[in-house]
């Protein structure tokens, strides 16, 4: 009875990952297809342009911003939800305490992206006077994803055998270096695949940005304070106004290429980082 009952179990979990993994090939040909007539280095290399702004020319500018985007939210909020997860699993000594700082992370990821775009145009354009800038756009994404790196850290760090650590502290070692070289290379290759799969989220957002650093053109960005364009908001763009159905595909496929070599890229160094140890 238990033999059968984990076969179907097998054959279902068999089924389910062959599933996910077809929809995720179609949707990839899809947009492929439908985009791949204007895909080519000018488009990648140059700028919009067109009497009908975005119909020709490229998306250069686009695509240094959204990068921008990624490391100025990514390592705002990596910083702190790593911080985070270790103040909560190593040093808050309260129950309470932990439960209340866990129920605002959880209350954080649950607040609407439009809404933390308004915030971040309220508070970060407005009161702390960025401006419309690359700095409000990415620490608003950066408080998006927080809880995403800040969940899957703690839970990394609370999967680590305790006899390791406290081996460590029997030895006299201190906590601070014990995290430091012991705990943090331990949980490498999973605070990796987090950050990118964070970046990546963080990426491919488009409400958080509009009010706070997306523009329509915009030559690429010398400083953090200035404005940007980005792929998520030039596709918005493309497709709302009905500009280029084609040119939209095509941003979106090269959206969702960058994506997958900067999440390749991150699991490829965690596996590297693994073996070196």
């Avoid at 909020?77 to 808050?92: P, R």
Wanted: positive net charge; proline residues 3%; glycine residues 10%.
């Amino acid at each position: 009875m238990k033999k059968s009952r984990f076969s179907i179990i097998k054959l279902l979990s068999l089924i389910s990952g062959i599933f996910v993994i077809v929809v995720i090939l179609f949707i990839f040909l899809y947009i492929f297809l439908k985009g791949y007539k204007s895909i080519n280095l000018k488009f990648i290399f140059d700028k919009p342009k067109g009497d009908v702004f975005g119909k020709e020319g490229g998306i250069f500018p686009a695509i240094i911003g959204s990068l921008y985007l990624l490391l100025i939210s990514t390592a705002f909020a990596g910083i702190f939800g790593i911080a985070c997860a270790i103040y909560t699993s190593f040093y808050c000594k309260s129950r309470k305490t932990a439960l209340f700082i866990n129920l605002i992370t959880e209350c954080i990821s649950g607040i609407p992206s439009i809404v933390l775009g308004l915030f971040g145009y309220t508070f970060f354009v407005l009161n702390l006077n960025f401006g419309k800038s690359l700095l409000s756009g990415g620490l608003t994404l950066g408080i998006m994803i927080f809880p995403f790196i800040e969940i899957r850290v703690e839970k990394a760090l609370k999967e680590i055998k305790r006899d390791v650590i406290n081996s460590s502290y029997a030895l006299g070692v201190g906590k601070a270096y014990t995290i430091l070289k012991l705990v943090l290379p331990i949980i490498k290759k999973e605070t990796l695949s987090t950050l990118a799969l964070s970046g990546g989220f963080a990426m491919g957002a488009v409400a958080p940005i509009i009010l706070t650093c997306a523009v329509l053109s915009s030559l690429v960005p010398k400083s953090i304070f200035d404005p940007s364009m980005a792929l998520p908001y030039h596709l918005y763009i493309l497709v709302n106004e009905g500009i280029s159905m084609e040119k939209a595909y095509g941003t979106a496929f090269v959206l969702m290429l960058i994506l997958i070599i900067i999440n390749a890229g991150a699991y490829t160094l965690a596996l590297r980082g693994g073996k070196n140890e």
